[in-house]
């Protein structure tokens, strides 16, 4: 095949970008490690080949290894010379071997960059060499390709340029990891060559604030998106959190997954036949096809951690919530899948070492919504099974209190059968407590101030058109019905916007009148924008401040007959997990060195690493700020909102079990009760917005069958 200067690199750069994850290779017949990821990578799994070297057991071997994988991929580099003779298929397989070439070192030396290293306790010297050989490597083959083309490096750039553009992806260009692939571009002293990458990609790295934070072991951090995990795990994250709404926005970020699902589809042919009436079983088909690469991710983070960490939080099916046999009989499903899959994966990423620990075992918890009482039943099973929960749509301290008792349980039993638990996490949703009180508070503001307006239509849709709400309001006839859209999270995201205050002050005559209620709007939404964080600190004052924590310890010990490592183990096992967060200080201000795991939106992520870089910032202010106090004023306002009071005071029942516990405090006991977790306001809002996204993504997959059902069948 002869192959025009002109179109070579075209040529390149399609082959590179177009690369699919390949098959895992069935049979290992590797002869020791150096081998093995040489083999692993030649076969298309270069991230996997890098992680196999994230092992303790060979420490004192780190550069030794390394040195002898350079030494095979260079020679598979130089036999790959590019020849204007070779045919198409010779002429790809040739670019694709010097592509997992180039991105297996590359990942190894992220690796070794980020704070893996640490959780392998690979020595700073022993790091040090092994990046240079790596840079010194992949500076040699640029020049090896420059000198074959002409003076150009097709390959080495299409492979940066790959990454670069998979980091832009996440969110559309919103997120910290865009804004990482602009800074290590900028850094590149060559913009084409993968040596220069690493180096900008190294310094990007260790200069962030959450690598930063977690390197000082000031927090733990979560990722709330399926895609751009292998950056945040370098950066010290260790969990990912999925739902039905993150679910379809991985198939939006990355359409290859369709094609996986293709493929997946080809494993279940009956899927074919009636869609419609399976299409629950269809849309887990999907999910699971999304969830593989983020169990991969974290692996061994799992793995090496004794699953205390590397977890994928699955959400299960929103519409069998309140069902007990339903999310076990869904996730036990899911369960087996992973297993199954996992035991084929790490059959590859931990051969050859040593195998007294417990393989194929999946890094999974599930996400249980606290949107009922059956919450409780179905979290005590899971943890019973040695499966981790996540409760989600929480946001109360009597929700979060209960359930995790119902954890502490099903861990203790599980122990008490010889099972070795999994890490669990209790969500607070804090953010959508915020925007529900924030809802709550317009509206009431809003409907006080429409009672003194003549032209009552024209007055909202004078303020829906400020706030971009004209279109959903246009066909509603109902005022109650535009008030709560244009009051809604979505259109009005402060009580200080502009418009609103404008509207609300608007029929005010005196100037002084207008500026009290605009310092009032202002100081309101001050207030509710500390909401989610006074549950959360209350909810790990009362179990993992150092006050609480022994007693916690005594009590789990009496009551399940524990021994004092057992009941060390459940409450080293069991975080609060803040989550959807609306600014940098819902993350600066639950900072906590143990029991808590902080988990992110990649926008919020930005944020929070924007908001490091302001003039005067100290990261030092914030260590253990999950226990400093708030403002008593702000906390004694907020309690004037019944839905916050509700929010943050326990009930009677669990009062009751606090003080036999030995817990003493002012908890109130105005608290939510399980019988009205169903019916209180962030709950329906968050449970129809997943039911509504898992019920699109369903109809979706489901469209999907049906047109590959349509096409013609192959035998």
Known sequence: MSHGKKDAETDVRSIVSTAVLQELPVQVTSLDHSDHVTRIALSGHPQLAADHLLNPEIRERLANITGSVIRQLNLEFIKSTLLAEDTADE??????????????????ALNLAGL???????SKQD????????IQALTDWVTLEKREQGGKNPISEAVVEKILTEMRKVMAGKSMLAKMAEEIEEQMDDKTAAASFVSAATKTIQQNVYYRMSAKGMCKFGNDYAVGLRWLRHLGYVQVS???????????????????????????????D???????????????????????VFRPIALLSRMHHGMVSYQLNPNVAASLDGSLQDGLKIYSAAQQFLRQYDALLAWGYSNEEERGRPNIVFKVAGSSPAAVDITTAFNRLGIGTNNTVTYTVSQETTLILAAMKGMAEALKSGISITQAYETNMGGRLESHLREVEVERILKVTIERVEDKKGFLSELAEDLGATAEIHYMASLDEKIRVICSFKYLKSLSHPAFISAITGSKKDKKSKEKTSAYLSRLESDIGLAGTFVAQRVYEIFFSSRSRPKWLLHLRNMFGLSAKQAAEIMDKIDLLPASKRKPNDTYFTLAKRNLTNTEFPNHQLAVLQASRHLGFRLKAFENAVLHSQDSGVLNRLLRLNDFRRAY?????????????????????????????????????????????????????VDFVLEAARAPRTS
């Open 127 to 134: 790091v040090k060499r092994t990046l240079s050989r790596i």
């Open 274 to 296: 009636n869609p419609g009436e399976i299409a629950d079983e269809i849309a887990m088909g999907a999910t699971m096809v999304a969830l593989w690469p983020n169990l991969t």
């Open 91 to 108: 002429w790809k397989n040739k670019i694709r071997r010097r592509q997992w070439s180039y991105e297996t070192l590359i990942e190894v």
């Open 649 to 701: 005071e326990l009930t009677p029942e669990l009062l009751g079990i606090l003080r036999k516990v030995g817990i003493h405090g002012n908890f109130g006991r105005q608290g939510l009760a399980p019988k009205d977790w169903a019916t209180f306001g962030s709950v329906v809002k968050t449970m129809k917005e997943f039911t509504d996204a898992y019920n699109e993504f369903k109809k979706n997959c």
């Open 116 to 122: 893996e290293s640490d959780l392998c306790r690979y």
């Open 242 to 272: 999925t739902n039905p709404v993150l679910a379809a926005s991985a198939y939006q970020d990355l359409p290859d997954l369709w094609d996986s699902f293709k493929k997946e589809l080809k494993q279940h042919p009956h899927w074919l």
